[in-house]
């Protein structure tokens, strides 16, 4: 069993900055594949971002250049760090692992709450 904890969400105003962090429990920890997901009430969840075991990252197009996600293998922790923050960046972000990302073994993490102010 893998556990995923998220926490640096909160109030920002737009323009401004968050680091996001999902510590991740167990020793195969980089095993996994880990994205960033997103949802805002009455949307779907989207993937924001994904980073691969040996480093290779994909964005969605709505945040590529603005944000950017790096994992910590001695950690186990993944980073989501969040710059030039929109209104419409306003979610639940949620880790998600995926080991070998086949779709088998998979995990989520609780979400935290990311409110950007005009």
């Known amino acids: 069993q893998v556990q995923l904890v998220e926490s640096g969400g909160g109030l920002v105003q737009a323009g401004g900055s968050l680091r996001l962090s999902c510590a991740a429990s167990?020793?195969?920890?980089?095993?996994?594949?880990i994205g960033w997901y997103r949802q805002a009430p009455g949307n779907q969840r989207e993937l924001v971002a994904i980073i691969g075991s040996g480093g290779s990252t994909d964005y969605a197009d709505s945040v590529k250049g603005r944000f950017t996600i790096s994992r910590d293998n001695a950690k186990s922790t993944v980073y989501l760090q969040m710059n030039s923050l929109k209104p419409e960046d306003t979610a639940v972000y949620y880790c998600?692992?995926?080991?070998?990302?086949?779709?088998?073994?998979?995990?989520w993490g609780q979400g935290t709450q990311v409110t950007v102010s005009s």
């Open positions: 998600y692992a995926d080991q070998y990302g086949l779709g088998r073994r998979t995990y």
């Open positions: 167990g020793s195969t920890f980089i095993t996994y594949n």
